[in-house]
């Protein structure tokens, strides 16, 4: 028998509940740990080891870099374990004791690959690894399971998106598509047996809004990313040599300290990138996760999508680039993409529909419970931007965050 | 350093235009190349040779010029000067201390063999002896010879022949003094045929006549002047001793043909010291082929080769694939449609290996081709401006010899961190190469990577070299896929590491189960014996009817252990291939086609 909602509830008021977390070394995952631990909650985080640091040296880390307060940490055990296996490759005894112990499960782990070639690393993470939590959830006494979902579990489609379970058959990658059948499944099996389930669905997560701080440069950051390693090639160009890789791409130095990268991007009439900031995305799960007892499926979106114009204007005015300018589909056939146009075409080919989003996400739900507790989305403007960029700079993108980095890429 | 000398015999042909080793041209004898004084050296250290007469010339003829440096450098990283000038040290300490120098008995056979080929060209001094002793097989342990013989003629040969079988003495024959194989050796003679250096080119018949110790690359030298082109074999090897010993496999016969399809007539010493030509109606039938060891049919002392004609439009281009399934069937493809003229599938081994001048850069590299750009596999083919154009339409990316330009000479930056995220993050769903093979991105690549002969020299760590690699490097052959495989001067990098034991077949190229099958066969018994191991490369011949397939094994062959590991493998892997060559249509070992290299390649492939 599965306790009730009201003893849950009343378990976690009294902190006693055991979260058992699961992406918890992730952008998200982190993110969620550290504010349950700041709030009392007692935390089971399952990791593994990778690249040469150890399930320890990788949590350790993460928790230097949120800062957290050794008072705040003791209510923090991690379990080295593998998402991909069955029993997460545990003994038979620890996987009893987390039969035994878990009273709620957060499910952050996810493979975000968009690529078909990663089918099925996508799949293995998205779909297998998922089935493995639930079978803890189900084999155990786990009464509440947190699934961390994503708002384009919509698919292809234009309109409005409801905050329930959706149909879908038309997806614009692998990732949709195995969050898609992953919130399905996840649906069937805690009613099944008799768990309480939500789905938070976000958009496109960037870092802190109010510092700028963040673990992961993906997506939104990716293309900013790029148009600087441009823009210090093309300068050291001019700068240090004879300049004619620049002159023959047509990058110059404007008057007014300008480097003009002639880039097209093209864009749409409608549609924007819908972006929320992490402590938005945190506050909002933990106040969704505290009123609704009963579980519901929440969007958790920004109202205010950003445009790509808005994002070109952000970009140059911060780091003085001209020449980036939208422009409509027609005008590659009166002059054809330069290799900087290919490059960002081949960016959008990957993000485009995100980019350029026509979509509208319902989340009367989740606003219900949000606006009544005064978790409110900010705008993705220019002064968060340029937190956003500076940091991300300031940490070169991520690798000079953590030790014993792997290729450039933040080992956590 | 001095014990791990390849044995390719590079230090003894001009293929980085730096000159050879004055004393080796002059003496002939290997002793007197970097390569002998390595083993000599080591042979000293090892306490194996006594100082001879022989032993101080050969140091004292060394001038430390440093051209050696230059060439061993090149496929080895290794600067035998450093040797050359430690052997010269040793000399001198010892003729200070006045140290003993033996004087090899000379004997009754010797004086015969001096009145073959004069005073200066047989020997029984040690310090030459060590030199034809050993090589980096690691089956075949240190064999010294009694005596080293340099004939200069088909006479002179003869008569070298006569005298060992009155002596009933054991007796091998050597082209350019390199081995690697473990074949040459014996406790009786060694013929070194290096001073027959003969040669003519007659065009009306479209034939080369060499004689034995000519190099495959100094003919191709010669005949590449003149617009002509031979089936290559590997640079330093000789073209009799090559065609005997593996009919000349290289990949230029998709179109030439292998074994008898490229020779006209040779000239033997048969094993009584008589001579015969193959062309004779009373000759020995070399054409035929069984697929067991057989004994040598005598000594090639000259070969009528055929020559091949070349446009001035050829190119090389390198097609990308991420599976050997998608590549081995490319390749056949081309074979079976007769397009282009050299064709192989090559991994992302010999492919680092062959564009890095460092072991440390290859490494580097590897993952950025594999891992980061998708390119596991490529299919090289080299064909003139209608094959070009014609796998151009086959609607895949391509590597063309600009491209290849770029990425040869921007390896370093290629293999660099601070650029790779915009293909890393970029979360295709394409392979990168498919990217970066758009023609309008070359400028970008460009700017990114600095294509230079000064960016690819910084990959060197020794200063010293680093001019001459950005020298080098500016000549255009350097990153011409046509000049690179019709010279094939950087296959030898595939043994930088550590030496490589090549497993050489003829497969039928219309059953990949089987060749994946054999792949597989040869990794599974490399990974029980704890044995390094790559795919080496695959090349299509006779319209891709079959192929000829390489896999190696990595051994440092001065390190007991490692020679173990292969010794203890053969036992998995020698019934393993006779089963094959046995039950398989189509399947031929080139262990069997060695001293059979004369036959007609339908004897093997189709028997």
Redesign the interface.
């Known amino acids: 028998m599965r306790i009730s909602r009201d003893t849950i509830a009343g378990r976690r008021r009294d902190r006693e509940t055991i979260f058992f977390l699961t992406g918890g070394t992730g952008f998200i995952g982190s993110h969620l740990a550290v504010d349950l631990l700041k709030n009392g909650h007692k935390v089971l985080l399952l990791a593994r080891p990778r690249n040469r640091l150890s399930v320890r040296q990788r949590i350790d880390q993460l928790l230097d870099w949120f800062a957290l307060e050794p008072r705040h940490c003791k209510n923090l055990e991690v379990v080295e374990g593998s998402l991909d296996a069955p029993n997460f490759d545990l003994s038979e005894k620890d996987f009893g004791r987390l039969l035994h112990d878990v009273d709620e499960i957060i499910h952050c782990a996810s493979n975000t690959?968009?690529?078909?070639?990663k089918r099925a690393a996508v799949e293995r993470a998205n779909i297998d690894g998922l089935r493995n939590v639930l079978d803890l959830a189900a084999g155990g006494r786990c009464s509440f399971f947190h699934y961390v979902s994503t708002a384009y579990v919509a698919g292809r489609k234009d309109g409005i998106c409801r905050e329930e379970l959706l149909e879908s058959d038309a997806f614009t990658?692998v990732y949709e598509e195995t969050k898609c059948r992953a919130e399905r499944i996840v649906s069937e099996q805690c009613e099944r047996e008799g768990i309480g389930l939500s789905v938070y669905r976000p958009s496109i997560v960037y870092g802190n809004s109010r510092t700028g701080r963040s673990t992961r440069f993906?997506a939104v950051y990716?293309p900013i990313?790029?148009i600087l390693?441009?823009r210090d090639?093309?300068d050291a160009?001019i700068r240090e040599r004879d300049g004619s890789?620049?002159r023959?791409?047509d990058v110059r130095l404007s008057g007014n300290g300008f480097l003009h990268l002639p880039i097209r991007v093209e864009v749409s009439e409608k549609g924007g990138v819908n972006l929320i900031p992490i402590d938005y995305f945190v506050d909002a799960f933990m106040a969704l996760m505290e009123e609704c007892m009963d579980g519901g499926i929440f969007h958790i979106v920004n109202r205010r999508s950003v445009r790509i114009e808005d994002l070109i204007d952000y970009t140059s005015r911060l780091f003085k680039i001209g020449g980036m300018e939208p422009c409509s589909p027609g005008a590659f056939i009166e002059k054809?993409?330069?290799?900087?146009e290919?490059?960002f075409d081949?960016?959008l080919?990957?993000y485009g529909p995100y980019m350029r989003d026509t979509r509208t996400f319902e989340d009367q739900k989740a606003q219900a419970i949000l606006s009544r507790k005064n978790v409110v989305c900010p705008d993705f403007d220019f002064n968060v931007y340029s937190r956003c960029m500076k940091y991300a700079i300031e940490c070169r993108?991520g690798t000079a965050l953590f030790q014993d980095k792997c290729?450039?890429?933040p080992s956590l | 350093m001095a014990a791990q000398c390849r044995h390719y015999a590079m230090c003894k042909i001009d293929y980085l235009g730096t000159g050879v080793c004055a004393s080796g041209q002059m003496k002939h004898y290997v002793s007197y190349y970097p390569q002998g004084r390595m083993d000599i050296y080591a042979a000293l250290a090892c306490e194996l040779i006594p100082v001879t007469d022989a032993l101080l010339d050969i140091a004292d003829t060394c001038d430390l010029c440093g051209i050696c440096d230059k060439q061993c450098h090149f496929y080895t990283e290794m600067k035998p000067s450093l040797v050359m000038a430690a052997l010269k040290d040793y000399v001198a300490c010892y003729r200070e201390k006045g140290g003993n120098i033996e004087k090899p008995r000379m004997d009754n056979a010797l004086r015969k063999l001096h009145s073959v080929v004069g005073e200066e060209w047989a020997s029984n001094d040690p310090a030459i002896l060590v030199t034809y002793a050993d090589d980096p097989c690691p089956l075949t342990p240190m064999r010294m010879p009694r005596y080293v013989v340099l004939p200069r003629t088909r006479d002179e040969v003869a008569g070298i022949v006569r005298l060992a079988r009155e002596w009933q003495m054991p007796m091998v024959v050597r082209g350019n003094g390199g081995s690697t194989a473990g074949f040459v050796f014996t406790d009786g003679i060694v013929i070194d045929l290096n001073r027959m250096k003969g040669m003519e080119i007659d065009r009306e018949n479209w034939v080369a006549v060499v004689e034995a110790g000519v190099t495959s690359y100094d003919l191709q030298k010669e005949v590449s002047r003149q617009g002509l082109r031979i089936n290559a074999a590997e640079p330093a090897a000789t073209v009799c001793g090559n065609i005997i010993c593996s009919g000349t496999f290289s990949t230029w016969i998709n179109a030439y043909g292998t074994a008898a399809d490229n020779m006209v007539d040779a000239e033997f010493v048969a094993p009584d010291g008589s001579t015969f030509r193959l062309g004779e109606k009373t000759a020995p039938n070399l054409f035929a082929y069984k697929h067991e060891d057989v004994p040598s049919p005598g000594i090639c002392t000259k070969a009528h080769v055929r020559l091949h004609p070349v446009t001035e439009d050829e190119e090389g281009i390198l097609v990308p694939f991420s599976s050997f399934e998608e590549a081995v069937a490319f390749a056949r493809e081309l074979s079976m449609r007769r397009i282009g003229i050299a064709i192989a599938v090559l991994g992302e081994h010999y492919l680092s290996a062959f564009t890095s001048p460092t072991e440390d850069l290859a490494v580097r590299v590897r993952?950025a081709l594999t891992e980061l750009l998708g390119i596991k596999y490529v299919v090289l083919v080299i064909g003139d401006r209608y094959a070009i154009s014609a796998i151009k339409t086959m609607g895949r990316p391509v590597i063309d010899n600009a491209l290849f330009r770029i990425l040869a000479l921007g390896l370093p930056r290629l293999a660099a961190?601070?650029?790779?995220?915009?293909i890393?993050?970029?979360?295709?769903?394409?392979?990168a190469f498919e990217?970066l093979a758009?023609e309008?991105?070359?400028?970008?690549?460009?700017?990114?990577l600095e294509p230079s002969p000064e960016n690819i020299a910084s990959a060197v760590n020794d200063p010293d070299l680093r001019d001459f690699y950005a020298r080098l490097y500016a000549k255009p052959e350097m990153t011409d896929l046509v000049w690179l495989n019709t010279f094939r001067i950087v296959s030898a990098r595939m043994s930088r590491h550590k030496h490589m034991f090549a497993l050489i077949l003829y497969v039928p190229l219309d059953k990949q189960q089987l060749i994946d099958d054999i792949m597989r066969e040869f990794a599974g018994i490399a990974d029980r014996h704890g044995i390094t191991h790559h795919f080496g490369f695959l090349t299509p011949l006779d319209m891709g009817k079959r192929a000829i397939l390489e896999y190696d094994y990595y051994c440092n062959h001065r390190d007991e252990s490692d020679r173990k590991r292969i010794q203890e493998a053969m036992p998995e892997l020698v019934p393993m291939i006779e089963g094959l060559c046995r039950d398989v249509k189509g399947v031929a070992w080139m262990k069997h086609i060695v001293s059979q290299g004369f036959s007609r390649k339908e004897q093997f492939l189709y028997t």
């Open positions: 690959s968009f690529s078909e070639r990658n993906s990716y990313r790029t390693f441009l090639l093309y160009d890789k620049a023959e791409m054809p993409k330069n290799a900087l290919i490059l081949t960016y080919e990957v993108w290729e450039g890429k | 993952p961190d601070e650029w790779q995220f915009f890393r993050d970029l979360d295709w769903n394409h392979n990217l758009k309008n991105m070359r400028p970008l690549l460009s700017a990114i």
